[in-house]
Nanobody
Framework: QVQLVESGGGLVQAGGSLRLSCAASGGLISINIMGWYRQAPGKQRELVATISSGGTTKYVDSVKGRFTIYRDNAKRTVSLQMNSLKPEDTAVYYC????????????????WGQGTLVTVSS
């Protein structure tokens, strides 16, 4: 069974940095797009950044120039380096990946991690 396990959340002061990591495991054949989403209290979940298997990246405007998404295809990991954090970045951050598995080898299915809380104090 596929698992996406996140780590690296926590409490940081405004202007500080955090690095989130996510590792995929369990019956994988291949991974297409990987990314990070976030959900702030009382708000809808939003896309933060994505990265293709070839390394093409995409960011929401509010994090451009501050966040960088990385991927290691061999290790099946995706990371999010977050710099110059702002209080409005406070949210639960979720890892997301489109994965082809042994149980369903004909198509990519979306999988989610359990979420990790990032709190930025002012």
């Amino acid at each position: 069974q596929v698992q996406l396990v996140e780590s690296g959340g926590g409490l940081v002061q405004a202007g500080g940095s955090l690095r989130l990591s996510c590792a995929a495991s369990g019956g994988l054949i291949s991974i297409n797009i990987m990314g990070w989403y976030r959900q702030a209290p009382g708000k809808q979940r939003e896309l933060v950044a994505t990265i293709s298997s070839g390394g093409t990246t995409k960011y929401v405007d509010s994090v451009k120039g501050r966040f960088t998404i990385y991927r290691d295809n061999a290790k099946r990991t995706v990371s999010l380096q977050m710099n110059s954090l702002k209080p409005e970045d406070t949210a639960v951050y979720y890892c997301n990946a489109d994965i082809k598995t042994v149980r369903d080898p004909y198509r990519y299915r979306e999988h989610w991690g359990q979420g990790t809380l990032v709190t930025v104090s002012s």
